[in-house]
């Protein structure tokens, strides 16, 4: 009997030690499914999409990941892959009127590109005057890069709509990423293009936002770097550190550069540092190899002893945001606060 019980708990223990099953794709996409609000049209192909790139990129497949993602989604284009900007013709000739002025060409020669046939036989300024959605405005100007020698000169190799998509991820990020990590879909144009398809535009928003090693215990911060840039939130805390030992005012705003970098040299002797060692630890701002650099620990552990506690690593950038297509003010902290919002109520709603 007693051989009988120590083979059952045997038994027992190996059954709790063996590891779970791993989900199915099935299971993956009806689960991403399951936080969508019951107004998403196409539930299947947002999951499937959504799904596919949290499985290349390697993300967990969590409750709070998915509604992460969900809630950017919700939040900057309401379920939409390509959603219509009001007023969006008066902002492209704004930005054409800027781009005049700055270069100094003649608005009569500027009449007169605009009045040439495009490629799909209607003008420039008709095709302007018409757009509707951020990825038509992309095509006209990339129409006009390639084909009128005026857009050259305009625009050179910068197209002017710099996001897009459902999560509005930066062509910019998008085109870096794939160099170092491969876009797992046929590319039938360009990264670009490939931005402002719903699978695209998630798959980069999915891994702007969600994949790099980020220090931080909410999601908040996550939001405000996808807001902001990656560890803008980690880069802000740095700089309130660094303005309480140097007694100065820092924007914290993220950004390493001058203001900080003076303020740095301000307390070279206290860091045990020179400028050109400040310098040089600075330029890993943008990355995660910062938090161990000299600057930033010395900083901390400063910034901890003259406050006589921890202070926070991670701050919610103080950036107020700046498009033609907002009309009121913004920041990054009213974004990533209403996307916490959205990721609360997205947890509530699994099988509502």
């Known amino acids: 009997m007693t051989r009988l019980l120590t083979v059952l708990a045997l038994a027992i223990l190996a059954g709790c030690a063996a590891p779970r099953p791993t989900m199915t794709a099935a299971e993956g996409r009806a689960m991403v499914a399951s936080y969508m609000p019951a107004s998403v049209a196409d539930k299947d192909g947002w999951a499937a999409d959504i799904y596919s790139a949290v499985a290349v990129l390697e993300i967990p497949v969590t409750a709070d990941n998915i509604c992460a993602i969900l809630s ?4 900057e284009s309401g379920y939409r892959v390509d959603p219509v900007i009001p007023n969006l013709p008066s902002l492209a000739w704004a930005e ?3 781009q005049r002025e700055k270069i100094g060409i003649p608005r ?3 009449d007169a590109a605009l009045s040439l046939e495009s490629s799909n036989g209607r003008s420039y300024r008709q095709r302007l005057n018409a757009a509707k959605t951020e990825r038509e405005l992309s095509d006209i100007f990339e129409d006009m890069i390639g084909r009128v020698p005026l857009g050259r000169t305009f625009f050179g190799e910068r197209n002017p709509v710099r996001t897009g998509g459902p999560m509005q991820v ?3 990020f998008a085109a870096a990423h794939a160099k170092h990590r491969p876009y797992p879909y046929p590319v039938l144009e360009s990264i670009r293009d490939e931005v402002f398809t719903r699978r695209g535009g998630m798959y980069f928003g999915i891994a702007h936002l969600l994949d790099y090693p980020a220090p931080y215990d909410r999601y908040l911060y996550r939001y405000a770097d996808f807001n902001a840039g990656h560890y803008a939130s980690r880069n802000a805390a740095f700089q309130a550190a660094l303005a309480r030992v140097a007694g100065v005012r820092l924007a ?3 950004d390493l550069m001058q203001a900080t970098e003076a303020a740095a040299r301000s307390v070279a002797g206290e860091l045990g540092m020179d400028a050109v060692q400040i310098r040089r630890d600075l330029d890993q701002g943008p990355a995660r190899v910062f938090e161990g650099t000299r600057l930033y620990r010395r900083v901390f552990e400063l ?3 003259a406050a006589g506690k921890r202070v926070p690593r991670a701050v919610v950038p103080s950036i107020e945001l700046q498009s033609a297509k907002f009309t009121r003010k913004l920041t990054t902290g009213w974004f990533a606060r209403r996307v916490v ?3 609360r109520q997205c947890l509530t709603r699994r099988g509502a």
């Open 108 to 110: 009569l020669v500027l």
């Open 72 to 75: 950017v989604t919700e939040q």
């Open 170 to 172: 930066s062509v910019a």
């Open 252 to 254: 914290l705003d993220g």
């Open 96 to 98: 054409i009127e800027r």
């Open 303 to 305: 910034a901890d002893k």
């Open 341 to 343: 919002t959205r990721h």
